[in-house]
Nanobody
Framework: QVQLVESGGGLVQAGGSLRLSCAAS????????MGWYRQAPGKQRELVAT???????TYVDSVKGRFIISRDNAKNTVYLQMNSLKPEDTAVYFC????????WGQGTQVTVSS
């Protein structure tokens, strides 16, 4: 079973940027769609961005134009470039396949101060 390790989170001021990484212990080449999810305190986990093996991407409306998802199958890594961050982006960010079929990693905390 592929294991996922997220990194790159931190504390940033509103308007700032962060780049998250998700390193998989095994190959993600055969996984059609990978996604970044987030869970804010007291809220359900939501899918914010997906990318297929062919490079097609989708985004939830709240991050469109600000976040960019990418994947490097050779490195078994998925990235999330987050720009123009807002306080409402504060959450723990996770990666997983879409639909969610892999074991969840520990996530990486993103905190955006106003």
């Amino acid at each position: 079973q592929v294991q996922l390790v997220e990194s790159g989170g931190g504390l940033v001021q509103a308007g700032g940027s962060l780049r998250l990484s998700c390193a998989a212990s095994g190959s993600i080449f055969s996984i059609n769609a990978m996604g970044w999810y987030r869970q804010a305190p007291g809220k359900q986990r939501e899918l914010v961005a997906t990318i297929t093996s062919g490079g097609s991407t989708t985004y939830v409306d709240s991050v469109k134009g600000r976040f960019i998802i990418s994947r490097d199958n050779a490195k078994n890594t998925v990235y999330l470039q987050m720009n123009s961050l807002k306080p409402e982006d504060t959450a723990v960010y996770f990666c997983n396949s879409d639909p969610e079929e892999l074991d969840w990693g520990q996530g990486t905390q993103v905190t955006v101060s106003s």
